[in-house]
């Protein structure tokens, strides 16, 4: 694979001094990796968690690609995330600052909770949940849902945290799947001022199949009516509010499992990733220290991410607070009650350190400046984007606008399967280059191949692999060997397929080119999407934009753009055909004349995942006028109607 157009030159961003003078993070951490080996991965485990009993061994990779890390030792994920912070005398210091979207808030003390998660393990044993079973989440984004994660890997409880967004069917497949005891669900939540309801679906989930469920335990959040089931349901606030506050955590071996999560199923049918403890937990922390340079005693850090998704996970439930941080959570969406809300909560809390998606970033760009700039973002030091490729627009944006030019962007690039940053700057370390992650973390060998497995040299592309076990990988698809060794591990042997694209630059840095399944072939030309799209971007009347390849009987594949106006744009009303004219010819200059869109399709909206994600597959039905697929995992059910019928009119 090939891309045979180059990105336009790129600016640099040198970190500041003063950043570099107090960063975590040194050049050196790159040597001390290449020289300790997986020696490295064990002193890291060993300086950041808490072990009831020592491993002995670091690595057995003996029977690949089934990887086990600190095979021998034993601790608990939620006595180092919670625990062992109050025994250190940081009991008082604020583990949970939860925003409600009505603007209720509560903050959690790390002393209260132990006190939180003690109850509510209790509560789910009491329920009959013991070490190994599997405990389905449903959940809107409050102090609950982590609480609960917590509880479950306090018990040895495997969760499955699935989306609050999905439907009725999404939710039973995944339980079925995973044959959990218990659900965790919620009455409801809010969304956008207005009840949004959880409970019925879990009735519906259960209704039919899914006979592995004893009981639902049901935080009662926005209070709308809910029926329950006699012997089958019962409230939070009973279960966990009449329980004690006494609970020894389990030892769990470092490769017993802690949860089990599906990806997004951007490309397809979604995979029941699973992780286990030690080696997840030791790579979440360091590269939550280290990417996000965080300072516990000071920093107040926002990751913007669900808990249904992989980031909420890592970066919000696990090591954030094995690292001791102050976090924020938010409950709702940006534009709640009002498109200020993300600022208004940066400027409340005195944020430091932001993690959040490009997506976001781009809504926010599309509302403009000005609301941003009514809120004093002063306190923010590092900003971070997850999720797809950046582009440079969004990119110089973020940096100008929220970071006011002084704060380092990392731009980290990983996987549910990776369960850690893989790529990414480090800050006070690296120069910067928006749109690129640049460079592997210390410690991990990612690699951009060719067809038959051989390193490209600079300045071409190829597909990004990693070439060695890394503490964090997933460690199986649940239930399902065969598929982990046949998604991952059959293209390049010995080697980690990502299923993406990338291309290396001129010094070696790695740019992401989107998935494999997406690059797009015009007349022999191949062409990245995220190329195509970046060059849209920097069209000014353009607020988002997708770009997939549908079959064209002259060329192969031609390049179908879908694009949605700026707001500025949308008001100005001018003629739409004139409008996308003037987009194929921007690419065309930006690009190359092969990278011209044979259509720019305007459309109100675009199909996205619960992550943030443009679904590119359902485009391609349309673009190929075929029924449109399987749109269960979209966040929005009914966007797909919105694009085919403005295309209609
Ligand atoms: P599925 O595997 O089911 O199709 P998914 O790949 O969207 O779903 P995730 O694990 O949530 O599920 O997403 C990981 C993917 O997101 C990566 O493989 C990559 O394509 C993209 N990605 C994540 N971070 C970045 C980044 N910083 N730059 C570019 N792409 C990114
Ligand atoms: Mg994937």
């Not at 190359?592 to 399709?601: D, G, H, R, T």
């Amino acid at each position: 694979m090939a891309s045979d157009t180059t990105p336009a030159e790129t600016q640099t961003f040198a970190p500041s001094p003063e950043f570099t003078a107090q960063a975590n993070a040194g050049a050196e951490l790159y040597d001390q990796a290449e020289a300790e080996g997986v020696d490295f991965w064990a002193r890291q485990a060993r300086e950041l968690l808490t072990w009831n009993k020592d491993f002995t061994e670091v690595l057995d990779w003996s029977n690949p690609p089934f990887a086990k890390w600190f095979q021998d030792g034993t601790l608990n994920a939620c006595y180092n995330a919670v625990d062992r912070h109050v025994e250190a005398g940081n009991g008082d210091r604020v583990a949970i600052h939860f925003e409600g979207e009505p603007g209720d808030s509560r903050s959690y003390t790390y002393a209260q909770l132990k006190d939180e998660v003690s109850k509510a393990a209790n509560a789910m044993e009491g329920l009959g949940v013991v070490k190994g079973d599997r405990v389905a989440l449903y959940l809107p984004m409050i102090a609950e849902a982590v609480i609960a994660m917590l509880a479950c890997a306090r018990i040895g409880a495997i969760h499955s945290v699935v989306f609050g967004g999905f439907s009725a069917d999404a939710l039973r497949s995944r339980v079925e799947d995973g044959q959990a005891k218990l659900v965790v669900t919620a009455d409801g939540s809010y969304r956008r001022g207005k009840p949004s309801m959880l409970k019925p679906a879990v009735d519906e989930a259960l209704s039919e199949g899914a006979s592995s469920v004893e009981h639902v335990l049901v935080v009662r959040r926005n209070e709308a009516e809910v029926e329950m089931t006699e012997g089958r349901d019962v409230w939070w606030h009973d279960a966990v509010g009449s329980a004690s506050t006494e609970h020894t955590p389990a030892e769990q071996g470092a490769e017993d499992p802690l949860f089990v999560l599906y990806t997004s199923g951007t490309t397809g049918k979604p995979k029941g990733i699973m992780h286990t403890t030690g080696g997840y937990l030791t790579q979440g922390a360091f590269t939550h220290k280290y990417v996000f340079d965080l300072k516990p005693e000071t920093d107040v850090y926002w990751c913007t991410a669900d808990v249904g998704w992989v980031t909420g996970h890592s970066y919000v439930a696990y090591a954030p607070l094995v690292n001791g941080s102050t976090q924020v959570i938010y409950e709702g969406t940006p534009d709640s009650p009002h498109r200020g809300r993300f600022w208004e909560i940066v400027q409340k809390y005195g944020v430091t350190i932001m993690y959040t998606s490009p997506t976001a970033i781009r809504t926010m760009m599309k509302w403009g400046e000005e609301i941003p700039g009514e809120y004093d973002l002063s306190s923010l030091r590092v900003l971070g984007t997850v999720g797809e490729a950046i582009n440079p627009e969004a990119w110089t944006w973020f940096h100008r606008v929220i970071g006011g030019g002084r704060c380092p962007i990392v731009d980290t690039w990983w996987q549910t399967e990776t369960g850690a940053i893989m790529i990414s700057q480090l800050p006070g370390v690296t120069v910067a280059k928006p749109g690129s992650a640049q460079v592997p973390m210390p410690g991990i060998k990612v690699d951009v191949v060719d067809d038959n497995g051989q390193p490209v040299p600079n300045g071409t592309s190829g597909f990004l692999v990693l070439r060695e076990p890394w503490p964090s990988m997933l460690r199986t698809i649940w239930g399902d060997d065969d598929r982990y060794v046949d998604t991952y591990w059959s293209r390049f042997g010995d080697m980690y397929f990502a299923g993406d694209g990338a291309k290396r630059d001129e010094d070696g840095d790695v740019w992401i080119l989107g998935r494999v399944d997406d690059v797009m072939n015009v007349s022999g030309h191949r062409l990245s999407t995220p190329e195509i799209e970046s060059a849209l971007f920097s069209h000014p009347s353009v607020a988002e934009a997708a770009v997939v390849g549908a079959t064209d009987e002259t060329t192969g594949q031609a390049v179908i753009a879908f694009v949605i106006l700026s707001d500025q744009a949308d008001a100005e009303g001018r003629d739409k055909a004139e409008l996308a004219e003037e987009m194929r010819a921007h690419v065309g200059k930006e690009i190359s004349p092969i990278a011209k869109p044979k259509k720019v399709l305007i459309v109100p909206e675009l199909p996205k995942t619960r992550s943030g994600k443009i679904m590119r597959r359902l485009l391609k039905d349309v673009a190929e006028d075929r029924e449109v697929g399987d749109v269960s995992t979209l966040a929005d059910q009914t966007v797909m109607q919105q694009i085919v019928d403005s295309l209609a009119r």
